[in-house]
Every structure is written in C-alpha cells, then in structure tokens.
C-alpha cells in the first residue's frame, strides 16, 4: 500500500535497490510517453459490453492483445497507478468479465515502466477511522481477484510497492522486467499490509525474509525476487508485457476445464496439508476424466495430432 509516502519519503532510500531506481517524478515527460508507447503492445481496445453497450472505465485500460487473452492495464500514470477503491472495483469488474467469457483462457495485468503500481492512495485512506474501517471492511474488496477461475499474470516493471506489491502476489504467475522492485513499506507510516502482504510474502519468500521485508520496509530488486521465489523470472530481453502475453496466449491454447482445475490444485496447496492435497489433487485429476478434452488430449496423443479442445 501507500504510494504517497513513497513518492515523498523515499528519500530514505533504505536499500540499495532504490539508488539504482530514483523516483520518478509526479508528471508524465515526453520521453516517459514515447516509451511507454514502445514497451506496451499496440492493442484493440475492448471496453465493449457483451450486450453491445460500452464499458468505460475510468482507472483501468482493456484491450486483447491476442486470441484468448484480456490486457488489464493499470492507468493512473500522474499518481504512479496509485491504488484506489474506484481502481479495484473497476479491475474486479474487467477480471470477473474476462472470467465469464468463454472465448478468454487468460488475463495479463500491468501497470507502466516506472510503475507497476506505487501502493496504496493514501490520500483515499488516511483520515479514516477505526470504526469505518472495520464495519465497512475495508480493502475487503481488494482480494476479489483470487476468486478469478482463470490463470493471471502480472507483468511488473518498475515500483510494485504495498498494494501493488499485494496486487502481484494476487496472481498465479508474476513476470518482471529488470528495473522491477518490490516491497512493503506500509511500517513507514505507522501501519501494516492490509490485503495479504504479511501472509502471501511470506508464503513466497519464507517467515525471515519477509519479516525482513516488512519490518524494515526494504525492497528488493527483480533478481533477488526471482532468487526467493516471489515472482516467477526475469524477462531480461524484450517487453515484459509481451511475454506475459505470449505465456498467456499458451495457456489460453489449453483446455479451460483443465487449467482451472491445475490453478485450483496449486492453490489448495497452501491451504491443505500434503496429505490431504495429494488426496484433492487425485479427485481434480479423475474428475477430468469426465470431460470432452480429456478424450480429445489423449486420442490426439496417440494419434500424434494437435489437439483442438472444445472447453468442455
């Protein structure tokens, strides 16, 4: 969370990560622009409704970069895609959409070269009171996005501190490119995590680092989070975006029935005991012997074809 603090406080620089990174200021330049336009992909906007009826969002940009693929792209770039509440409503409306459309396999999320997302809007947060907070449960919404069926990807460049840092980790799969830094600096400013950042870093990088981590409010750069398991690699040639995009075209060319069953198996992981995952994963795997695409995979196997799944 808390881009705000970030961007004003940051002059600390508690880790070496932050010199070789400064602060990009609050404006967008020219140059800013003219790269951005060369790292993101030329997209077809699709803000268009299933009915016909345009959906326009205010915070967010989607478009389909390739056959079964839906591009979320974070775009507050004057406040570092700064997280709000509009923001998160408006991503778990795209990603639910994408969700229940047949035609999407996969759903790429991103924000833009300085910032995959700063943190939190502080100014949205900070006046409020306990009792507001509490009863109206807040940031609660925030987590809608691990109910997605479907396989995400983040596609981090840049600043994914606090709540951006906990929007990453929300996905099944993080890719970042080399000038991307990750954190949670929410003790800075008297607080902690409050969308999963004390329990899914340390799910990813164990309880002393993340300890670390969030007790200091330190970041670590792209290689160091690969080297701890954060995110998946680093996309050291090309965009970021691109080979998100192109690792969700590849899934997006699986059986629906089947990825989603894989994502639900992983995750069950890091609530179930071995023996109880092993046990759930046997019973996803017999399910899909119910399904069309499981005859149609090994009959392709053995006839040595491609495969062409029907979702169902």
Known sequence: MFSQAIRTNLNLRSTSSLSRCPLPSSTIT???RRLLSTTLPRLTRSNDDSDGTSKTYQNILVSTP???VTLITLNRPKALNALNSQLFHELNQATEKADNDPAVGAIVITGNEKAFAAGADIKEMKDIQYAHAYKSNFLGHWTKLTTIRKPIIAAVSGFALGGGCELAMMCDIILASPNANFGQPEINLGVIPGAGGTQRLT???GKSRAMEMVLTGNMIGAEEAASTGLISRVVKEGSVVDEAV??????SSKGQVAVQAAKEGVNAAFELSLQEGTRFERRLFHTLFATKD??????????KRKPTFTHE
Do not use: D, L, R
């Not at 192109?246 to 899934?251: E, F, G, L, N, T």
């Not at 499981?294 to 006839?303: D, L, P, Y």
């Open 246 to 251: 192109k690792v969700a075209s590849k899934i």
């Open 203 to 205: 799910h990813a990088v």
């Open 294 to 303: 499981q005859k149609e995979g090994m009959a392709a196997f053995a006839e």
């Open 66 to 68: 390739a056959k079964g």
């Open 30 to 32: 020219t140059s800013s």
